[in-house]
């Protein structure tokens, strides 16, 4: 080994010695709890505890150790920007000195200590103690304040907002309340319903175990409408104390608690609130509301609603009351309509009769002189043909005269058959054989029957009926004509006859157009016709129906368009 080489080795060994000696005498600070350094007058870091080493672990030099730190509060006014840093401005300072500073480490987090610098011969000791819980505590105390002055506050709104929530509720409640009696007011005409519906809402809103309604009698109260309780008759009249008087008069509302309902009703076992609201329209008092309760409690907004329900109530209640006497009025006037109706086509069709019988009067008298006249010729002419000597002439004035004599039969058969259809001497009810009476109409209508309409006959054997026989041959008429015009061409029409428990049954059944469905219903209705402007009147089938009516019978008709009609007449027979 060369003497360099020893030299060296010597030395590194004087070097370990002399490090592991001060390390030995730096030791004792391994017991502190508290970050420590050592510096020498170079600047050279000559101990770190085993504290310092774990707080900062990232501890490579002094210098950059240095840039790391910095002071909370920096006094000094220098141009060396070294002083600035807290190390730097310790080892440079000639005294000790204290300092609270801070410590961003690599992750930018920033730690807080105290600082304490003690001068110890040439070296520089550093102590730092971690405050940065102390710190981190006061900032949260500070932050817990805050939030404890925000929280008071946002409760003290809190609480606001729950009172105006409540208000707006409450508001909204007695809205919707009043909106509600208020739809019922406007939709309905019914002053019990409207009266109902108000005090089913009140008895919900106060709690009440009876509400009713009484009109005002002279003084005196008359129950009308009642809402739960059974203590009172409906009609009732009830009277209060001077002093509930006086307040309602003076249209208020009264609020007591009281053990009596009224004068002279019962008393109750408990004290209840009553609530007496007036009834008005412009100023006349027209009856109140009455609501129990067993609730004890001040009313102020309620009574609001209640003015303003009373409000609407009166205006109400008159105007349901004008609309009741109006649909009476109404009603009194579609009776007198009808009444009159009744009677305009009973005088219609009775001066229709008369006229039509004086006419058939005059009519057959007319006839009934020339016939007579040309059946005297009939009779002489022949007697004398037998005194004719040409034979071919002998026999043709035979056909002459017997063709004669048979249409001078005719006319005299139509006459009569007119006469009898008319009837005047037969105003009072008569026993006629129907089935008899539906074969003189025949006759009377054969020109519309005639070589086009087939007749079937399906009479029953029916025993004689107690009725108006001219009317119902007015019926039949008028019923077997509108059939033959129903007929378009040639067709059918099928007379049905029977008799079952006292009733007679009359059915004229065609196969002509039939009728629409939707105008069955009116084809009984003075005024109405399907036959045009000029043809007919539309007092036929209401006439008919009145003369049925007036037989304590009634007529139907079933029919179906492009099939045909089918009138029924059915007679209860007493």
């Not at 027209?286 to 129990?292: A, D, E, N, Y």
């Not at 001040?298 to 109400?316: D, K, V």
């Not at 004689?464 to 001219?470: A, L, T, V």
């Amino acid at each position: 080994m060369s003497g360099k080489k020893v030299l060296k080795s010597k030395l590194a060994v004087s070097c370990d010695f002399f490090y592991n000696s001060i390390m030995k005498k730096f030791d004792i600070f391994n017991q502190f709890r508290d970050a420590v350094i050592i510096v020498n007058k170079t600047g050279d870091v000559v101990y770190q505890n085993a504290t310092f080493k774990r707080w900062f672990s990232d501890f490579v030099d002094l210098k950059k150790f240095s840039h790391n730190t910095n002071f909370d509060i920096c006094p000094l006014n220098s141009e060396n920007i070294e002083n600035y840093s807290p190390i730097w401005h310790a080892i440079s300072s000639p005294e000790n000195f204290f300092a609270t500073v801070s410590y961003q480490n690599n992750q930018n987090k920033l730690y807080y200590y105290d600082l304490t610098v003690q001068k110890k011969g040439r070296y520089t000791i550093f102590f730092f103690s971690d405050v940065s819980a102390n710190n981190n505590l006061a900032a949260e105390k500070k932050r817990l304040s805050k939030l404890t002055d925000d929280y008071k506050k946002l409760k003290d709104e809190l609480e606001d907002l729950e009172n105006i929530k409540q208000k707006a509720q409450s508001q909204a409640i007695r809205i919707a309340l009043i909106n509600k009696v208020s739809n019922t007011i406007r939709e309905s005409m019914d002053i019990s319903k409207i009266l109902q519906s108000a005090l089913s809402e009140l008895t919900v809103m106060f709690g009440a175990f009876k509400a009713y309604y009484a009109a005002n009698e002279n003084g005196a109260f008359k129950i009308e409408e009642i809402y739960g309780g059974k203590n009172l008759n409906q009609g009732e009249l009830i009277t209060f104390d001077n002093q509930t008087f006086n307040t309602i008069n003076s249209k208020k509302i009264s609020v007591v608690h009281c053990l009596k309902e009224y004068i002279n009703a019962e008393p109750f076992k408990q004290s209840v609130m009553r609530i007496v609201v007036p009834v008005y329209h412009l100023q006349n008092l027209i009856g109140v509301i009455v609501l129990l309760s067993y609730q004890k409690r001040e009313l102020n907004e309620e009574l609001e609603i209640l003015e303003a329900i009373s409000f609407q109530l009166g205006n109400a209640i008159i105007r349901a009351e004008l609309y009741q006497k109006n649909i009476e009025t109404v009603e009194e006037l579609k009776n007198t309509l009808k009444e009159l109706k009744e009677t305009q086509l009973q005088l219609i069709n009775s001066e229709k009769m008369a006229s039509l019988g004086q006419l058939v009067a005059g009519v057959a008298h007319e006839i009934n002189t020339p016939v007579a006249s040309i059946k005297s010729n009939n009779g002489l002419i022949a007697k004398l043909i037998s005194k004719i000597e040409n034979p071919e002439i002998s026999g043709l004035m035979q056909e002459i005269n017997v063709i004669d004599h048979e249409a001078i039969e005719r006319i005299s058969n139509i006459v009569s058959s007119l006469k009898k259809f008319v009837r005047l001497d037969e105003a009072d009810v008569q026993e006629a054989n129907i089935n008899k009476e539906l074969d003189l109409t025949l006759d009377l209508i054969r020109h519309e029957t005639k070589n086009r309409i087939n007749i079937v006959k399906n009479y029953g054997n029916i025993p004689m009926i107690k009725c108006y026989p001219n009317m119902l041959n007015q019926v039949f008429t008028n019923i077997l004509i509108n059939a033959c015009q129903a007929i378009e061409g040639n067709g059918e029409i099928k007379i049905t006859t029977s008799y079952e428990a006292e009733t007679l049954t009359v059915s004229i059944k065609d196969n002509g157009k039939g009728i629409p469905e939707e105008e069955i219903s009116k084809i009984f209705t003075a005024g109405y016709t399907t036959k045009g402007v000029g043809v007919g009147t539309g007092l036929g089938l209401a006439i008919c129906t009145k003369i049925i009516e007036k037989h304590e019978g009634k007529i139907t008709v079933n029919s179906e368009v492009g099939v045909g009609s089918e009138f029924i007449i059915t007679i209860h027979s007493k």
